[in-house]
């Protein structure tokens, strides 16, 4: 007698363990708001000019905060990437003027229009030599009070700081602005006010006091880095270090700069900086600036933001200090090649928060963040790639860009398992040519089927270059067959999608029967498809990836009629039980696409060596479910591993048991 059954699934309640404003949100948000203000999107020039390929860049800059004015020395090394190289130009607004150019020391003419600086070379330069130029300059950078260089006051204390990504490098000083051209190195020079404590990129190397009552700092990053990431933060820091020793008897510097303030009700969450270091050391690769330092340099307007080594933050809070340190893995140490790709950092970034919260908090933390990037995720519209780079919201959108590509991660994980998941983020961090280097999603993707050993073609293309996520009908039913074997029928159908149609993706599902609680998986790859799984005792309730491995909803139920009980596609059972002796039962299922007709169907037995011991089957059958037992009392065989295998045309399944005396 059939019994048929309602899908039992549950939700896990999320505590309030963390704020709905959640880092991923105010990341996002604050870079939207820190660009959309300077209102110059029309004017973005991208990718920079491809004939050159820089390695170096070296920024001296005077800055008045009374007049709001800076003026610039910045010094650009660069490879010639084609022959005959006569001119070439950097990304500067128009409003920024330029004074003077040299190249080899020898002034060299220019032009200023479309935020291009557009300069003749002295000479005409081969393919891979080295050019070497100097631009002085100076304006009134243009912020509109939220981004891209801001002169405002906390406190009534003066305040001067960057945030350049993606296109607000161009408003304060010429370079070639894209991620996809990193230099090797690179110095900047800040004089200013001795009131000032200037902080930016790399280390520390020299402070002068100058006579006309200013204070130079010189800070040099010996690290490969993207333009983006080149930032300056200007007041009276209180300075408070947290050192890592990342081994025994070897510190790196964990210098905070702190609104004096603020010190006090900071100060807690800046002693967590060094355990959130040994966390991501640990999953990740050590910090990869650890001949350097981290720093963070408090800022306003609600926007933190991961420069090199030294992130810009307007709040301490611990989401949003681990959001912005894991940066310094996956943004800084690889960045992504190009917007479209933004994902391979945020989405990085916002899952490196559950990964924190599960290694210091455990597991109930880690599912609650997860079902909060979840929640968000599921608001994203579009693919993950970014199609439009030209608007903001869409290359930093919170709910695709952060938690959809976060939770991207997280069922990539579930598909790999622990181990290979965190074996293809190591991996991808030191991978020649992208490590200290630029990636694509195509980058990634390769070596995790390296690590993984299997494609991941069909996971890549739904989730970042597809939209929206897979929607269940669902339903199971059960039959007994012999004593505790029950055969249970479980069915899944999936919405109409737009791209893809339906979504291809293991499925997890928990069946619990009136002896013990099972938890299998089924490769869910068409849109309406069953399967018929063997299992020991009476069902009573499934449910549907019950460890949130998925993002998913469940839109419906279904009963199943007789016909529908018949899966899809042929499946071959575990034989039952297993080991065995005398007998076993072998079960197997033709698909419901052949219904009506017959077709030649083989179960034979065979030994290790290959050799056939026995066919159970070799006749022509219709659609259905098949039991074919399988006795030894004819046959003389040994204790050992056996197989069995069943054909028909071009479909071929085998399967292992095991004969125990």
């Given amino acids: 007698?059939?019994?048929?059954?309602?899908?039992?699934?549950?939700?896990?309640?999320?505590?309030?363990?963390?704020?709905?404003?959640?880092?991923?949100?105010?990341?996002?948000?604050?870079?939207?708001?820190?660009?959309?203000?300077?209102?110059?999107?029309?004017?973005?020039?991208?990718?920079?000019?491809?004939?050159?390929?820089?390695?170096?860049?070296?920024?001296?800059?005077?800055?008045?905060?009374?007049?709001?004015?800076?003026?610039?020395?910045?010094?650009?090394?660069?490879?010639?990437?084609?022959?005959?190289?006569?001119?070439?130009?950097?990304?500067?607004?128009?409003?920024?003027?330029?004074?003077?150019?040299?190249?080899?020391?020898?002034?060299?003419?220019?032009?200023?229009?479309?935020?291009?600086?557009?300069?003749?070379?002295?000479?005409?330069?081969?393919?891979?030599?080295?050019?070497?130029?100097?631009?002085?300059?100076?304006?009134?950078?243009?912020?509109?009070?939220?981004?891209?260089?801001?002169?405002?006051?906390?406190?009534?204390?003066?305040?001067?700081?960057?945030?350049?990504?993606?296109?607000?490098?161009?408003?304060?000083?010429?370079?070639?602005?894209?991620?996809?051209?990193?230099?090797?190195?690179?110095?900047?020079?800040?004089?200013?006010?001795?009131?000032?404590?200037?902080?930016?990129?790399?280390?520390?190397?020299?402070?002068?006091?100058?006579?006309?009552?200013?204070?130079?700092?010189?800070?040099?990053?010996?690290?490969?880095?993207?333009?983006?990431?080149?930032?300056?933060?200007m007041t009276n820091y209180h300075k408070y270090d947290t050192p890592f020793e990342y081994e025994t008897g070897k510190v790196m510097p964990v210098s905070h700069y702190v609104f004096p303030e603020l010190f006090s009700a900071n100060k807690a969450n800046l002693d967590l900086v060094p355990g959130m270091l040994k966390i991501f050391s640990e999953k990740f690769g050590l910090y990869p600036f650890i001949a350097e330092k981290y720093g963070q340099a408090q800022v306003m307007n609600s926007v933190s933001m991961e420069h090199q080594t030294v992130s810009s933050m307007s709040t301490f809070r611990e989401d949003v200090v681990a959001h912005e340190l894991a940066h310094q893995w996956f943004g800084d140490w690889v960045t992504c090649k190009d917007w479209q790709n933004i994902w391979l950092n945020e989405g990085f970034a916002t899952y490196s928060e559950s990964i924190y919260y599960e290694a210091k908090y455990g597991s109930s933390a880690f599912m609650t963040d997860v079902n909060a990037i979840m929640n968000s995720a599921k608001n994203a519209k579009g693919s993950i790639y970014v199609k439009d780079i030209s608007t903001i919201s869409e290359i930093f959108s919170g709910s695709r860009s952060y938690s959809k590509g976060g939770v991207v991660l997280h069922m990539l994980r579930g598909v790999v398992g622990d181990e290979n998941f965190f074996k293809i983020l190591k991996e991808y961090l030191i991978e020649p040519g992208l490590s200290y280097n630029v990636a694509t999603t195509e980058d990634f993707q390769r070596i995790a089927e390296r690590v993984y050993g299997k494609s991941l073609d069909y996971f890549f293309k739904q989730w970042i270059y597809g939209e929206n996520y897979p929607k269940y009908t669902v339903g199971w039913s059960s039959k007994q067959i012999n004593g505790d074997l029950f055969h249970l029928t479980f069915r899944l159908k999936q919405n109409v999608n737009t791209n893809p149609q339906f979504f291809t993706m293991p499925v997890q599902i928990k069946i619990t029967t009136n002896k013990s609680t099972i938890f299998t998986s089924v490769f869910n790859d068409q849109q309406d498809q069953g399967w018929i799984i063997p299992i020991s005792g009476q069902p009573l309730s499934v449910s549907l990836d019950p460890d949130n491995w998925l993002l998913e909803d469940v839109v419906g139920n279904t009963d199943l009629e007789d016909e529908e009980s018949i899966p899809s596609h042929f499946y071959l059972s575990q034989n039952y039980p297993n080991p065995f002796n005398p007998e076993t039962t072998i079960s197997y299922t033709i698909p419901s696409n052949v219904k009506g007709e017959t077709i030649n169907v083989t179960l034979k037995v065979f030994d290790v060596l290959g050799r056939e011991v026995a066919t159970l089957v070799n006749e022509f059958q219709q659609a259905g479910t098949y039991n074919s037992k399988f006795s030894i009392i004819n046959y003389k065989l040994s204790s050992g591993v056996y197989f069995y295998r069943l054909q028909s045309g071009s479909y071929s399944e085998t399967k292992k048991l095991i004969l125990m005396k």
């Avoid at 330029?98 to 070379?121: C, E, H, R």
């Fill in 1 to 233: 007698m059939k019994t048929l059954f309602t899908v039992c699934f549950f939700l896990l309640l999320s505590s309030n363990l963390f704020s709905q404003d959640d880092a991923s949100q105010y990341c996002s948000e604050g870079k939207i708001r820190a660009f959309n203000s300077s209102n110059r999107l029309s004017k973005v020039a991208y990718p920079g000019d491809d004939k050159i390929d820089v390695t170096y860049y070296k920024l001296n800059l005077s800055v008045n905060y009374n007049s709001k004015l800076l003026t610039g020395e910045v010094t650009v090394k660069a490879w010639s990437s084609i022959d005959k190289l006569t001119n070439f130009y950097l990304d500067l607004v128009t409003t920024m003027a330029v004074s003077s150019v040299t190249s080899n020391n020898v002034t060299v003419a220019y032009s200023q229009s479309n935020d291009q600086l557009k300069i003749n070379l002295e000479k005409e330069y081969a393919k891979g030599e080295l050019i070497a130029v100097t631009i002085k300059y100076s304006g009134y950078p243009q912020s509109a009070g939220f981004g891209d260089f801001v002169f405002t006051a906390h406190s009534g204390q003066p305040i001067i700081w960057t945030l350049s990504e993606p296109y607000g490098a161009k408003s304060w000083w010429p370079s070639k602005d894209t991620p996809a051209d990193k230099a090797d190195s690179s110095d900047v020079w800040i004089t200013a006010d001795k009131y000032f404590t200037s902080i930016s990129n790399g280390v520390l190397t020299e402070t002068v006091n100058n006579v006309d009552g200013t204070t130079t700092y010189k800070w040099k990053n010996r690290y490969p880095i993207a333009n983006y990431l080149i930032s300056l933060a």
